[in-house]
C-alpha cells in the first residue's frame, strides 16, 4: 500500500494566484514528520518545508505553508502569490523510522505545477 | 561548503559492465543515503547508512551494493549493469539537530544502461 499519495499528477495555475498541492499519508506512528521537495527541471532537490506530528501549529516558510489536517492524515502544500519559477515537480515524503535507529524518507511520485503568466 | 557532491553527472554503461557511483559529503553527517529516481515513481531508497561503518537495505536494494568508507563517502555500485538500473540516483545526507529532519540531496546521477 502507498504510504505517500499524491493525487494530482499536474496542476495548473495563473501567475499571482494560491495554489493547493495535494498529500495523504498513511501511518501507524505517533511521531512523524512530512516534507515537500521541488525538483525544477535542472533535477536538484531543494526542501521547501517540513511538519512534525506534534507541532501545534501548520509551518509557513515565506510563500509556502503546509496545511496539515492529522486526523484526516493530509500534508497539503499551499504556494501563494504563485511565480513562473515556481513551475517544478513538488514531491511530498514522510519520514519513517528504520530498525536500525535511523530514519529514512518514503516519497510520494509527485505532482508537476505549471505556472502559466 | 560544498554539501553533497556525486560523481560522475552522467554515465552510459554497456548491459554487464560494473561501476561505482560515488558521493561525499562535508557536513558532519552520520546519515547517509542513496536514491533512484524513475519517471513517474517518485524517489525510492536503495540503501541508507545509518553511522559510519553501518549499511541497510531500503526498498530497491537488488542488483546494488554500497559501501560505507568512511564519515564523508558512501558509494554505490552496479556490479553488472542491467537496463532496468537506467535511472537518475541521488544521494542524501543528515544530521538531526533540534527540530531539523531536512535530508540534503547531491545534483545526482544520470546513468543509461544499454
Known amino acids: 500500500a502507498q504510504k505517500i499519495t499524491q493525487t494530482q499528477p499536474g496542476m495548473f495555475v495563473q501567475e499571482k494566484e494560491a495554489v493547493t498541492l495535494d498529500c495523504t499519508y498513511d501511518?501507524?506512528?505517533?511521531?512523524?514528520?512530512l516534507f515537500w521537495y521541488k525538483q525544477p527541471s535542472s533535477g536538484e532537490m531543494i526542501f521547501l518545508i517540513y511538519?512534525?506530528?506534534?507541532?501545534?501549529q501548520n509551518a509557513t516558510e515565506g510563500r509556502y505553508s503546509l496545511n496539515f489536517q492529522k486526523a484526516r492524515k493530509s500534508a497539503n502544500l499551499v504556494i501563494s502569490a504563485s511565480q513562473l519559477g515556481d513551475s517544478a515537480m513538488y514531491f511530498c515524503?514522510?519520514?519513517?523510522?528504520?530498525?536500525?535507529?535511523?530514519?529514512?524518507?518514503?516519497f510520494g511520485k509527485g505532482t508537476k505545477l505549471t505556472v502559466n503568466p | 561548503n560544498a554539501g553533497v557532491t556525486q560523481t560522475p553527472k552522467f554515465q552510459v554503461l554497456k548491459t554487464g559492465q560494473s561501476m561505482t557511483l560515488q558521493c561525499a559529503q562535508d557536513?558532519?553527517?552520520?546519515?547517509m543515503y542513496w536514491y533512484r529516481q524513475d519517471p513517474g515513481m517518485g524517489l525510492r531508497l536503495i540503501y541508507y547508512?545509518?553511522?559510519?561503518?553501518?549499511?541497510d537495505k531500503g526498498e530497491v536494494p537488488n542488483g546494488y551494493n554500497v559501501s560505507r568508507l568512511n564519515k564523508r563517502e558512501f558509494s554505490l555500485r552496479l556490479e553488472s549493469a542491467a537496463p532496468s538500473q537506467t535511472s537518475v540516483y541521488f544521494c542524501?545526507?543528515?544530521?538531526?539537530?533540534?527540530?531539523?529532519?531536512?535530508?540534503?540531496f547531491g545534483p545526482g546521477t544520470r546513468l543509461t544502461v544499454t
Open positions: 542524501a545526507s543528515r544530521e538531526h539537530r533540534g527540530i531539523s529532519y531536512e535530508q540534503y
Open positions: 501511518t501507524s506512528d505517533q511521531s512523524y514528520g
Open positions: 511538519q512534525g506530528s506534534y507541532d501545534e
Open positions: 515524503a514522510m519520514r519513517e523510522a528504520t530498525q536500525g535507529g535511523s530514519e529514512k524518507l518514503v
Open positions: 557536513m558532519n553527517h552520520n546519515s
Open positions: 547508512s545509518a553511522s559510519e561503518g553501518t549499511t
